[in-house]
């Protein structure tokens, strides 16, 4: 395809309107994966195709930022012709758009099998490892994923807006997990301190694993133990299970009617006008 059949967003000039998807976004505002696609892939020949274009822009974002990503770029990386990008992406925010899209999926699933709702059997340790080590993993395999989620919203294509409102949601979906857990652990817990709770340690996660991934191989590892010390530190107070109670002192003996007896001075009682020790 030559580039004068290119028109103003991309989109091939002989490809009709109707080609393009019309689905209606969600109900949320995000664009769902029918209105980033030009075209739904049906067959599973179509589908590797778009996955390889998806791997491909990942990978020059990757190693080269978010603005090398462009369809030429992406396209050279999968190997393939700039049309069979356009087949199924009406521009290069698109792609960006579904692979943000596919970032959230992964991380959703994240979130479900890493935070679990019953966590009474667990030390606060071995939860907090429990749920930052697989986030910690999934930023190590997708070099991308946090340049993707850095795009600003654009003023007008909707699809450059998506990687922000998925950035939001899935921040907002991981605060109300952790504030179920925190009830879970702790119910006694007031549900303003819980939502606190939550909202800081997604708040401090996030921005630690952010700067782990920018850092030294050899750093890692100590940033990430470092977090989980701190989010430890931070929640034992409220979620660490209650240490046991101890007996309860015997009740201290009544007095008895009578005169008191003291050691550091002499009382004088009214009967015998005689020293109490």
Known sequence: MS???IGPVGRPASTPPETAASATAPADGTPGLDTTYRRRPRQPRGQKRVELLLDAAAAVIAESGLQAATAEAIALRAKTAKGSLYQFFPNRDAVLAALALRYADQMRAIHERAIPMDSQGLSLERLIEQIVRPLAEFHDRNPA???VFAVNEG???DTRSTPVRLRSQLFDS????LDLLFAARNPALPARDRRRLALICVSVGQAVL????????AEKKPLLDDLQRLLVAYLAPVLEPTAPVSAPRAAPAKRASGP???SARAVVTPASHT???
Do not use: G, I, M, Q
């Open 3 to 5: 580039p004068k059949s």
């Open 145 to 147: 994923f946090r340049r």
């Open 155 to 157: 003023p007008s294509d």
């Open 174 to 177: 991981f605060v109300d997990r």
């Open 210 to 217: 952010a700067r782990r991934s920018r850092v030294a191989a």
């Open 260 to 262: 008191r007896k003291t």
């Open 275 to 277: 020293t109490a020790d």
